[in-house]
């Protein structure tokens, strides 16, 4: 099969004819002759196909990636162990070629994965029902506030700014063209200020957001939250980590209304920052106010099993001012990837996961903090992720880290003007006590 097969000038001149011009450039006749590009692009001279592979990976190796640093970063973006058996899994045609199931009668492969996406993260977050995927985890954050205003008719959201200072900022830009006030609360001790929540919180309040574990790392009092914001009647939503699902309560235990969270970790590469993957849950009350589409199981005319849209509420299905969103979209290989992982994994597995994450990011603490050089930024339980400072500039930490093929911590002044030398540390189940000793070693002799 030919990657690419190039027009020929008799090509050209057979397609031009069918459209009634005679050249390229008559394509372009609406365009003001100011507007038109008069040079050619500056690309270089042509290359074979031999020479275009040498100069892509010449620029690709100008790149660091994880294969060739050990990676101590996490702050929403995950260094997860990923299956081999998962790029065999979503190699498959009945997957791969699938982007988005508009055809449901000869999409039942892609129909199916989504299926069993939506009950596997319905069971993992402890809610009814789970949407079809989202963009990624600050849109679908958008999406449960915009669920929240309208199921309650309240114009107001209550987020806490130990939410990841990403998704504040999506929210902002989202929320201010929809008249919906975002009031944010500050935080005490790396979580959020429980009493200056609860005086936040009230008639118009549509929902509370908080995020746990938070960008920090550390856990949230949900039961407290969620008692504060059900007693006003707003809706409760939370932003999980689904590997730390593995061994914490589901927040439908815990009262959530809506979940969302970031699926990156489920399977799926860093990517240099994408694609990723938004997941959303709720409750069967508020199903018909949830974005995307929902995949349904039933029974064909032979009373085989089959897959079919259910509910699809994107402008795409439906009449564009009765649908519940614009941006929303399954991501469907992203959401097979995720599906592929949980199935490997199983409960298990998860929860092995999430135990190593957890125990290796505590001895980590211990070990970068045993000497005093390294002070806790925070005195708080914490799953994966926890925050460190020292008189020593952070930018300086992860310079001398990079020297010895460390990707370092985030630098958490770059959001918080109180934690200017604050370091923001993640520990997965991939990392080895030889490498998180030698991470403590390195910053040790930090200058």
Same mark, same amino acid.
């Given at each position: 099969?030919?990657?690419?097969?190039?027009?020929?000038?008799?090509?050209?001149?057979?397609?031009?004819?069918?459209?009634?011009?005679? @050249?390229?450039?008559?394509?372009?006749?609406?365009?003001?002759?100011?507007?038109?590009?008069?040079?050619?692009?500056?690309?270089? #001279?042509?290359?074979?196909?031999?020479?275009? @592979?040498?100069?892509?990976?010449?620029?690709?190796?100008?790149?660091?990636?994880?294969?060739?640093?050990?990676?101590?970063?996490?702050?929403?973006?995950?260094?997860?162990?990923?299956? @081999?058996?998962?790029?065999?899994?979503?190699?498959?045609?009945?997957?791969?070629?699938?982007?988005?199931?508009?055809?449901?009668?000869?999409?039942?492969?892609?129909?199916?994965?989504?299926?069993?996406?939506?009950?596997?993260?319905?069971?993992?977050?402890?809610?009814?029902?789970?949407?079809?995927?989202?963009?990624?985890?600050?849109?679908?954050?958008?999406?449960?506030?915009?669920?929240?205003?309208?199921?309650?008719?309240?114009?107001?959201?209550?987020?806490?700014?130990?939410?990841?200072?990403?998704?504040?900022?999506?929210?902002?830009?989202?929320?201010?063209?929809?008249?919906?006030?975002?009031?944010?609360?500050?935080?005490?001790?790396?979580?959020?200020?429980?009493?200056?929540?609860?005086?936040?919180?009230?008639?118009?309040?549509?929902?509370?957001?908080?995020?746990?574990?938070?960008?920090?790392?550390?856990?949230?009092?949900?039961?407290?939250?969620?008692?504060?914001?059900?007693?006003?009647?707003?809706?409760?939503?939370?932003?999980?980590?689904?590997?730390?699902?593995?061994?914490?309560?589901?927040?439908?235990?815990?009262?959530?209304?809506?979940?969302?969270?970031?699926?990156?970790?489920?399977?799926?590469?860093?990517?240099?920052?994408?694609?990723?993957?938004?997941?959303?849950?709720?409750?069967?009350?508020?199903?018909?106010?949830?974005?995307?589409?929902?995949?349904?199981?039933?029974?064909?005319?032979?009373?085989?099993?089959?897959?079919?849209?259910?509910?699809?509420?994107?402008?795409?299905?439906?009449?564009?001012?009765?649908?519940?969103?614009?941006?929303?979209?399954?991501?469907?290989?992203?959401?097979?990837?995720?599906?592929?992982?949980?199935?490997?994994?199983?409960?298990?597995?998860?929860?092995?996961?999430?135990?190593?994450?957890?125990?290796?990011?505590?001895?980590?603490?211990?070990?970068?903090?045993?000497?005093?050089?390294?002070?806790?930024?925070?005195?708080?339980?914490?799953?994966?992720?926890?925050?460190?400072? @020292?008189?020593?500039?952070?930018?300086?930490?992860?310079?001398?880290?990079?020297?010895?093929?460390?990707?370092?911590?985030?630098?958490?002044?770059?959001?918080?003007?109180?934690?200017?030398?604050?370091?923001?540390?993640?520990?997965? #189940?991939?990392?080895?006590?030889?490498?998180?000793?030698?991470?403590?070693?390195?910053?040790?002799?930090?200058?």
């Amino acid at each position: 099969m030919h990657r690419y097969i190039p027009t020929t000038k008799a090509d050209e001149a057979q397609m031009l004819g069918s459209m009634g011009v005679k @050249s390229i450039d008559d394509l372009f006749k609406d365009i003001p002759q100011g507007l038109r590009m008069k040079k050619d692009l500056n690309l270089g #001279e042509p290359l074979s196909e031999t020479e275009l @592979s040498k100069h892509m990976k010449t620029l690709c190796d100008k790149n660091k990636s994880t294969e060739d640093l050990v990676c101590f970063l996490g702050a929403g973006a995950y260094d997860h162990y990923i299956p @081999s058996v998962l790029k065999h899994i979503t190699g498959r045609s009945e997957f791969y070629t699938a982007y988005t199931p508009y055809q449901p009668e000869i999409s039942q492969g892609t129909l199916q994965v989504i299926f069993e996406y939506q009950t596997m993260l319905s069971d993992l977050t402890g809610m009814d029902v789970s949407n079809a995927s989202m963009y990624d985890g600050a849109t679908a954050c958008v999406e449960a506030a915009i669920m929240a205003t309208e199921s309650t008719r309240k114009k107001s959201i209550v987020v806490s700014k130990a939410v990841h200072p990403e998704t504040r900022k999506v929210l902002q830009t989202y929320l201010k063209f929809r008249d919906i006030e975002l009031v944010e609360i500050d935080i005490e001790d790396g979580v959020t200020d429980l009493e200056k929540l609860k005086a936040a919180v009230g008639k118009d309040t549509g929902g509370v957001i908080i995020q746990n574990p938070n960008f920090f790392g550390n856990l949230e009092d949900l039961e407290e939250v969620e008692k504060m914001t059900h007693e006003t009647k707003a809706k409760f939503i939370t932003i999980a980590d689904p590997i730390s699902l593995g061994i914490l309560k589901s927040p439908g235990e815990l009262g959530a209304d809506i979940v969302v969270g970031e699926g990156q970790s489920l399977g799926n590469h860093l990517n240099f920052g994408g694609p990723y993957l938004g997941f959303m849950a709720t409750t069967s009350k508020l199903v018909r106010k949830m974005p995307g589409r929902i995949v349904g199981q039933s029974v064909d005319d032979d009373g085989k099993r089959a897959f079919v849209l259910t509910l699809q509420a994107r402008e795409q299905h439906i009449r564009r001012y009765k649908a519940t969103s614009n941006i929303c979209s399954n991501q469907g290989l992203i959401a097979l990837n995720a599906a592929a992982y949980l199935i490997t994994m199983g409960k298990q597995g998860l929860k092995e996961v999430a135990t190593q994450s957890l125990q290796k990011a505590h001895y980590a603490f211990n070990k970068i903090t045993e000497s005093g050089k390294y002070k806790p930024l925070f005195n708080q339980p914490f799953f994966k992720e926890f925050a460190v400072q @020292s008189d020593v500039e952070t930018k300086t930490v992860n310079a001398e880290l990079m020297k010895h093929h460390i990707l370092g911590g985030y630098e958490l002044g770059k959001d918080y003007e109180a934690y200017k030398n604050g370091l923001l540390l993640c520990v997965t #189940e991939k990392r080895t006590k030889e490498e998180i000793d030698q991470l403590a070693s390195a910053m040790e002799v930090v200058k």
